[in-house]
């Protein structure tokens, strides 16, 4: 019998059927009796002081059924750091001033969404203007105006990572090289915008279907901001077309619709227009770097420092961990002896910045990788040979931070050396470039302050064999529903079509911190297969006695067949184990639980995966216009739970890490961002992708699921970096100003051009 029946088999998603033929229900086709719909009355300005809301004529309006402004809320304030109570400095709807043009200022509810519209032309707000500051390195002058009252220097968050003694390696060092660099904003861009659809009843309790990537999150800040108990909160997650970061915060179409609804005890429906998708919710952090690197002759790395200021908006979000993961991954993935990392995140009167699919890794490894060729360059190294003296390797310790088990880097860069010696000599104007990353699986930090497991799921076996998979993780494309379901396949010992999961619903599943950090598969993954194997315990118990058997380890159950683990022709049907074993006890359910919380003191993450990967591009010296000809990764995420998945999730990463590196910016004005569409917006197109192909490399996670991790974010890391050194490999210039625009790569050359003259 083969190792695994489910594990590691090319299966279609669960939810397959119900997306390809259109009958998958989002938040936005949710319609319920009585429902209203609502709208957000915003900020045209990007700091003022609220002086007067008059919405009486908007309340006169024909349709109109209620409008809300900051006095109709507790007047609190939120963010995902409740635990540290300064950083929540949200109120959604503002009271007294607005920070960045976008900012909620009132809402309306109405019997449709032209009459919502039509009110908020009558809401009429009276400001004071105030000086705006957009520029991170200007608002962290003397001089600059103060974003949010009492923060000094509109400093918001520091970071601060140390090992080693930095400055006597320095000293050590044969070749030094200094640095700067600079990473734009991207947006999310989900097929979905944010939106809910909120109803309070009579009943004093509150229902809230929301497209999210964490539904315990939702229901906890807002039980929070709105004065409810948790357990009278619930949220439930359809179908969500995409989240990337943008959806495990509290929004504005959230907090808004429960308010109204919570005045009015009628559902209340918000959807944020496309405008407001690129306005009025968070982005990437735009990151500017120094970065300071230093080696002997042979290569080997001895010490790096880098300084970081970021551009973090109007608010805190989760942009304070993304301080954070960017200075972790700045060591990533080599082995650094010596190591100083100073962050500073600056308050500005810009849209919100915070998390986004890597989490402040796809700008640091831009840097980091960047940087690597240079100094690798300067020195004579091949770039494969340079990253594999410095790699990481299993077991390795990175002082205070983190311990990697399970590591196939050099694997990986063995398999990305033998691809680009495939490719051959290239034409003129052609090169590969290459880029390593590692990535974290799920962070062990409880910001959020949950007295919960990170991490829970509950089994339950019918009488007929069939099982129901209750967990609170949340499916926002990545397909977790489809991994959880074959690792409880698997741990169980039934077949895939077995298993109908329930997920995200606060109202039946247990507590799951989210889709964010690449954290379901491993830990939403370790409390299903603990879950699936309570539950097989209590079949086996049966079956050991009705067998003969001396200890329940001495049995099993595969392919729906329990059997003796020595003897495995010797058995019995699972279907008729599931009902004897109800029968034996009294008719009881048999139902198995689990939970999942990583206890590693000092440590950001239980594991880690790695990968490389080798980006090949064609540039026209003439327009600076450049072409992704052949993006290939090696990569290595322990035990591969569903190989479709991977594919896919490899697929999704380089679209958005290559439109990082490629085109995607937001361009402001005075605070405003001039390309608020999908029009004008430059996203990567169905033309644009390259061809794609990855190079799975085995390895196994002892602390994960059947060995498995991270396959999601990590894969989103490398592509700018790898299309920066391909620029550079085909024709000569350097640039590092994300993203890599035909326009930059043109005056580079031009720049290049005149030197050489």
């Known amino acids: 019998m083969s190792k695994y029946s489910v594990i590691g088999k090319r299966v279609h998603r669960v939810d397959g059927p119900e997306k390809v033929t259109g009958s998958a229900k989002y938040t936005f086709d949710i319609v319920l009796h009585n429902m209203l719909y609502g709208k957000i009355l915003r900020s045209p300005y990007p700091h003022a002081r609220i002086v007067n809301i008059d919405t009486s004529q908007a309340e006169r309006l024909i349709g109109v059924k209620a409008v809300v402004t900051g006095k109709d809320t507790l007047g609190r304030k939120q963010s995902t750091w409740r635990r540290f109570p300064e950083l929540c400095d949200e109120e959604i709807l503002c009271r007294t001033k607005v920070r960045y043009i976008g900012d909620p200022v009132a809402a309306v509810a109405a019997i449709d969404e032209d009459t919502a519209e039509e009110a908020l032309d009558l809401i009429e707000v009276e400001y004071e203007l105030l000086p705006a500051v957009f520029d991170p390195m200007e608002a962290i002058k003397e001089e600059a105006p103060q974003i949010h009252e009492g923060v000094e220097l509109n400093i918001n968050v520091t970071r601060h990572i140390e090992w080693g003694d930095v400055d006597e390696a320095f000293k050590q060092c044969d070749y030094i090289r200094e640095d700067h660099f600079k990473c734009s904003s991207q947006a999310h861009v989900c097929m979905e915008t944010h939106c809910a659809v909120a109803s309070f009843g009579y009943d004093s309790k509150l229902t809230i279907w ?42 504005s179409a959230q907090f808004c619709a429960s308010l109204l609804s919570m005045k009015l005890c009628q559902p209340v429906k918000i959807v944020l227009s496309r405008e407001e998708e690129f306005t009025a919710t968070k982005r990437r952090t735009p990151m500017y770097y120094s970065v300071k690197l230093g080696a002997k002759k042979d290569g080997t790395m001895l010490a790096k420092e880098v300084r970081v200021i970021t551009e973090g908006g109007a608010y805190t979000g989760m942009g304070a961990t993304a301080l954070y993961l960017t200075g972790f991954f700045s060591s990533f993935p080599y082995k650094y002896p010596n190591y100083r990392y100073d962050g500073y995140r600056a308050y500005t009167n810009t849209a919100p910045a915070s998390a986004m699919r890597g989490f402040g890794a796809p700008q640091s490894t831009f840097v980091g990788e960047s940087q690597i060729d240079m100094l690798a360059e300067d020195l004579g190294i091949d770039p494969i040979e340079i990253r594999r003296k410095n790699g990481m390797t299993p077991d390795y310790e990175v002082p205070g931070q983190a311990h990697i088990q399970s590591c196939g880097l050099h694997q990986c860069l063995d398999k990305i050396d033998e691809h680009i010696k495939e490719r051959g000599e290239l034409p003129p104007n052609r090169g590969i470039g290459v880029s390593a990353y590692g990535f974290m699986s799920g962070g062990i930090f409880n910001w959020f302050d949950t007295p919960y497991a990170f991490s829970a799921a509950i089994v339950r076996i019918n009488i007929d064999g069939k099982v129901d998979l209750f967990t609170g993780a949340c499916d926002i ?107 034996g006890r009294d008719g009881e359910t048999i139902i198995g639980r689990g939970h999942y919380t990583p206890h590693r003191k000092g440590m950001i993450s239980p594991a880690y995966s790695f990968g490389v990967q080798a980006a090949e591009v064609e540039v026209d010296t003439e327009t600076g216009k450049y072409k992704l000809i052949n993006v290939t990764t090696a990569h290595e995420s322990g035990t591969v739970i569903n190989p479709v998945g991977i594919e896919g999730q490899l697929e999704g990463a380089v679209m958005m890490a290559g439109g990082y590196g490629f085109c995607e910016d937001q361009p402001m004005d005075e605070g405003k961002i001039l390309n608020p569409s999908i029009a004008d917006y430059k996203l990567i197109r169905s033309l644009d992708m390259p061809e794609t192909k990855i190079l799975e490399v085995d390895t196994y996670e002892p602390e994960g699921p059947f060995g498995a991790k991270e396959a999601g974010e990590g894969l989103t890391n490398p592509t700018a970096g790898a299309i920066g050194n391909a620029v550079y490999k085909a024709v000569g210039v350097r640039i590092n100003d994300l993203p890599i625009t035909p326009e930059k790569v043109l005056k580079a050359l031009k720049e290049k051009k005149q030197q050489a003259e």
């Not at 990537?213 to 709105?226: G, H, K, N, W």
């Not at 439930?236 to 970061?245: A, E, S, Y």
């Not at 380890?553 to 599931?578: A, C, N, T």
């Open 210 to 251: 929301t497209s999210t990537q964490s539904s315990y999150y939702i229901q906890a800040l807002v039980a929070d901001m709105l004065g409810l108990r948790e357990g009278d909160v619930r949220v439930i997650k359809p179908h969500t077309g995409g989240g990337f970061g943008s959806k495990f915060e509290l929004d």
């Open 477 to 583: 494309g990545q397909g977790s529903d489809t991994t959880l379901s074959m690792i409880c396949a698997e741990e169980l010992g039934v077949h895939l079509d077995d298993i109908r999961i329930h997920a995200a619903d606060t109202g039946i599943c247990p507590a799951d911190l989210g889709a964010w950090g690449s954290r379901e598969t491993l830990m939403n993954g370790n409390a299903v297969k603990m879950a699936a194997a309570d539950a097989k315990r209590q079949l086996l118990e049966f079956a050991a006695a009705k067998l003969g058997a001396n200890i329940v380890y001495d049995m099993d159950i595969k392919d729906q067949w329990v059997h003796m683990v020595d003897r495995p022709e010797r058995g019995l049907s699972y279907f008729d184990i599931v009902k004897d074993t109800i029968r």
